[in-house]
């Protein structure tokens, strides 16, 4: 049984004709895309907070990358942000706009397909308590002539995600992985509380709350 999503991934490999920058179902085990660093910021109201995640990307190819998240967060969470940007500087980014799930994945479909798209990110939820997390594009590494050129562009993305939860027991509830696609971390990936480093990454295969430390 371990064997049988390798030998589903071989299959579909070896019927696909183009591997496209959007992340699919060939992307779950890929490594292409690599978290340099994600912070955690948290403002404590009473027995609710305002949490603020926000991550660095690396693309470690060539091509333009999608990342996707599938990740869930508990009933009392609401989403209230999202901002992609090729700066640190989140006031530089690309606000969220509201819209209806099928003109959202429209919009979102159409950047992705441009080839100089207008930096998009989509977040859908997709079932009870459950996200779909889409951005794009991860921009490719510096080609050998780009170096010798000293040539400056972008070379990473950033990514800030906000809500607001309710406490619990063990702490903030920080958001669930239930599957990730092209994107990677490392030892070398920094992760950062409230400032402080930490050896926590934030979307855990098992729930912990911020106030935890792993072992």
């Known amino acids: 049984m ?13 019927t696909a004709i183009v591997d496209e920058a959007k992340a699919g179902v060939l992307n779950i085990n890929q490594k292409k895309v690599w978290l340099r660093s994600q912070q955690v910021s948290v403002t404590e109201h ?16 060539n091509d333009v990358e999608e990342i996707l998240y599938y990740f869930s967060l508990p ?16 006031s530089q980014s690309f606000p969220f706009k509201v819209s209806p799930r099928g003109a959202a994945q429209k919009v979102y479909n159409s950047q992705v397909r ?6 998009p990110a989509l977040l859908e939820q997709v079932g009870p308590r459950l996200y779909r997390l889409r951005a794009f594009p991860v921009p490719p590494k510096l080609s050998f002539r780009e170096q010798r050129n000293s040539t400056e562009r972008p070379t990473q993305m950033h990514l800030w995600l906000t809500y607001n939860v309710m406490r619990q027991a063990q702490g903030w509830p920080l958001p669930r992985l239930a599957q990730k696609r092209n994107i ?3 030892k070398d990936t920094q992760r950062l509380g409230n400032g402080d480093a930490i050896a926590l990454i934030l979307f ?10 792993a072992s």
């Open 2 to 14: 371990s064997d049988r999503p390798k030998a589903v991934q071989r299959a579909l490999q070896s």
């Open 46 to 61: 009473g027995d609710w907070a305002d949490v603020e995640l926000y991550e660095v990307y690396e693309n470690r190819t």
């Open 75 to 90: 009933e009392s969470a609401t989403i209230t942000g999202l901002w992609l940007g090729d700066t640190d500087k989140r």
């Open 114 to 119: 441009r080839s100089r798209p207008v930096d």
């Open 184 to 186: 990677f971390w490392t």
């Open 204 to 213: 855990l295969k098992r729930r912990q709350g911020l106030n935890q430390r």
